[in-house]
């Protein structure tokens, strides 16, 4: 019998030869050729969850942008617990998650972790009417409760070794916002919940407080599958450097925490109480003012609660009056006639604030444009931009709340002012009038969720990057 040869063109038998040398694609690729990244995520305050315009929350903006660093889009899937949520990363039924991670050992054990991008503390939380433990000697006997497989739940097997009375229960059902809840209600008597976690939820639990520490500050990080394609998790790498590196990350830890690392137990209950007496005078002015300049009607609210703590009869020794404090030169520009009506007053408000959103410089994005706008709103424009020149000049990024916030308390010093256009300001106070105003917004978001119930909301969504 007589062989055949047929004849294979070079450029075939080339990808014949690469087929076999390079074999499947890498994971990278397929990402990036799928055009989606999935990630596993559990919904909580520090996390993800569904704000008034879609879902938002820190650990959801940092995966959005890794999204849009490598093309694709963004699909959430949420296990139903935290078990559940390592076990979908080890079987790679997802490419990470991304839910507030403590770096441990155990855990080490199961998936690989990225380098680090927030640091937080485990801390005993416990209701102010209850006894406040010293140690966690002075828990056994009470109701500990604590969401199961969390680390702590593997910190509190450690304190066991010396403490063997210790006992709690473990809740696979619930998120640790969800125990701050019940703890807050003396439903049950401590749990144990990070540092990030507490502060934000105090906000509207104003109740809790903190015991005592049982970490010193522990490394969050994303979650990736072990195994020999080092391509996907390379890049995460990779992008989670380039953000600290540009202080993109900075900026990101700073509009989710940078206003609420201060916290007024009194101040809190106040405002709880003008939500439900003050708030409803006003509340359909708020709306219709900010619908018609296309204002979040709560960010403007909260703006009337900062300037007048809702009080249409309110005046100042400087002269400014009204629900917004608005000054004289403001109120015969905006052609109001009487400061002290609320609906003038409101709606004059919400036409000035709309005015300096949009005379804050185009290059800056959303929310700094806002944060930048309220604080045009309290200091002026001029004063503003005196600040974000001298940001550059002091190599920050004049576009970023963060860096310019940092800045804004020198145009009280003669050696910075006496450079400037407009001269003397009192820099410091913009700072804590833009925070106390993210605070009241924040806080009345909250409470009127409250008031209306859970939405039914999907098990997983998928969305185009970027979303910021």
Not at 20 to 43: C, H, T, W, Y
Not at 339 to 344: A, E, F, L
């Amino acid at each position: 019998m007589t062989l055949r040869f047929i004849p294979i063109s070079i450029a075939v038998l080339s990808s014949i030869i690469l087929y076999f040398m390079i074999g499947e694609p890498s994971l990278l690729k397929q990402v990036k050729n799928d055009g989606e990244i999935v990630v596993a995520m559990r919904k909580s305050p520090t996390t993800y969850y569904e704000g008034a315009d879609g879902p938002t929350g820190f650990e959801y903006d940092l995966a959005s942008q890794f999204a849009e660093y490598l093309g694709v889009k963004l699909k959430i899937v949420e296990p139903l617990n935290l078990s559940e949520l390592f076990q979908a990363v080890q079987n790679s039924d997802v490419h990470f998650a991304a839910a507030g991670l403590t770096v441990t050992e155990p855990r080490k054990q199961w998936v690989r972790f990225t380098t680090p991008y927030q640091e937080v503390t485990q801390q005993l939380v416990y209701q102010s009417d209850m006894i406040k433990p010293r140690s966690a000697k002075d828990l056994p006997g009470f109701h500990i409760e604590v969401v199961a497989d969390s680390s702590h739940v593997e910190r509190l097997r450690e304190i066991k070794k010396t403490v063997p009375d210790l006992e709690w229960e473990e809740n696979n059902e619930i998120s640790s916002d969800e125990l701050l809840y019940m703890v807050a209600e003396q439903l049950v008597d401590y749990t144990v919940a990070d540092s990030n976690e507490f502060v934000l939820n105090q906000r509207f639990y104003p109740e809790l407080r903190v015991a005592f520490n049982l970490t010193k500050p522990q490394k969050i990080a994303w979650a990736f599958p072990k195994g020999t394609d080092d391509s996907l998790f390379n890049e995460a790498l990779r992008f989670l450097k380039k953000i600290k590196k540009n202080g993109e990350l900075d900026g990101l830890i700073e509009r989710y925490y940078g206003h609420v690392s201060k916290f007024d137990y009194v101040g809190t209950r106040i405002y709880e109480r003008h939500i439900q007496t003050k708030l409803p005078k006003f509340q359909e002015m708020f709306q219709q003012a900010a619908e018609k300049y296309n204002i979040d009607w709560k960010l403007l609210a909260a703006i009337g609660y900062q300037e007048s703590n809702w009080n249409s009869r309110a005046r100042s020794p400087t002269g400014v009056r009204g629900i917004m404090m608005l000054t004289q030169n403001t109120a015969r520009f905006l052609k109001i006639k009487n400061r002290m009506d609320p609906k003038q007053s409101i709606f004059g408000g919400a036409r000035y604030f709309s005015n300096l959103v949009k005379r804050i410089p185009q290059q800056i994005k959303e929310p700094e444009r806002i944060w930048m706008a309220l604080a045009a709103y309290n200091i002026g424009l001029g004063h503003l931009e005196d600040a974000r020149v001298i940001t550059e000049s002091r190599g920050g990024n004049p576009d970023l709340w963060n860096d310019v916030k940092d800045n804004l308390p020198l145009l009280a010093q003669k050696k910075w002012y006496k450079k400037t256009k407009h001269g003397y300001a009192r820099g410091w106070e913009p700072v804590s009038y833009v925070e106390n105003i993210r605070r009241y917004y924040e806080a009345l978001v909250f409470f009127i969720e409250q008031a209306e119930g859970p939405k039914e909301e999907p098990n997983a969504l998928s969305v185009d990057s970027p979303t910021l």
